[in-house]
């Protein structure tokens, strides 16, 4: 799997016709950029946000006042998340468009829709970590929504077990954002791109 998504990454014969934008506007590959963006500016991250509710918020305010370029960092990370979403959902947008979700390819097309929903849960998480009064009604807003579905009453309680923004509830959400969510992510991706290596078809020099 690790060598297939290497050779995904870096093929050894490219057909010129398939470098044209209207092939697959390379979406993917751009959804895959600002991935590893968000990731690398995430660990950076870590190095000065402090996971609790007294201490979350000063965390924030000493990294866009003190800290070097740290005003840059979090608008970095911020803007990446907000591109990774809409290329992620063009990219899967353009896969329904073109049928590229027929056989041999429906786990593949499984696999990124699971990585879209994915994505969109890692923002959510990551909304409540500044803690502000924006992320906090926002997250409130989100859990009262999630409490309507099906099911969603028993998950709110485990994301939440102690209110919006309290101690346990702001660690549960740091540790879907920091490191659960973006592992399965990151597996995920190997997986896709693992699949489409495997389906073949999709690129012709595959």
């Known amino acids: ?66 800290v070097a370029g740290g005003r840059y960092l979090r608008s970095l990370h911020r803007l990446a998340s907000h591109a990774f979403l809409v290329l992620i959902f063009l990219h899967s947008l353009r896969v329904i468009l073109t049928g590229a979700f027929r056989p041999p390819r429906q786990l593949n097309w499984v696999v990124g829709f699971l990585l879209l929903g994915l994505a969109l849960f890692a923002a959510y998480t990551g909304y409540l970590l500044p803690m502000d009064q924006l992320a906090l009604w926002a997250t409130q807003t989100g859990m009262e929504l999630l409490a309507t579905l099906p099911g969603g009453g028993a998950l709110r309680g485990f994301l ?39 389906d073949k078809g999709i690129l012709p020099y595959l």
């Open 160 to 198: 939440v077990p102690d209110g919006i923004g309290e101690p346990l509830s702001l660690l549960r959400f740091y540790a879907l954002h920091i490191a659960i969510l973006p592992l399965t992510m990151l597996a995920l991706v190997f997986l896709h791109f693992y699949r489409v290596r495997q």
């Open 1 to 66: 799997m690790v060598n297939d998504f290497l050779r995904h990454l870096f093929p050894r014969v490219v057909l010129g016709r398939n470098l044209r934008l209207s092939y697959t506007f390379c979406l993917g590959g751009l959804a895959f950029t600002v991935f590893l963006v968000l990731f690398l500016s995430g660990l950076l991250l870590l190095f000065y946000y402090a996971p609790t509710p007294a201490g979350a918020f000063e965390s924030i305010l000493f990294l866009e006042s003190r």
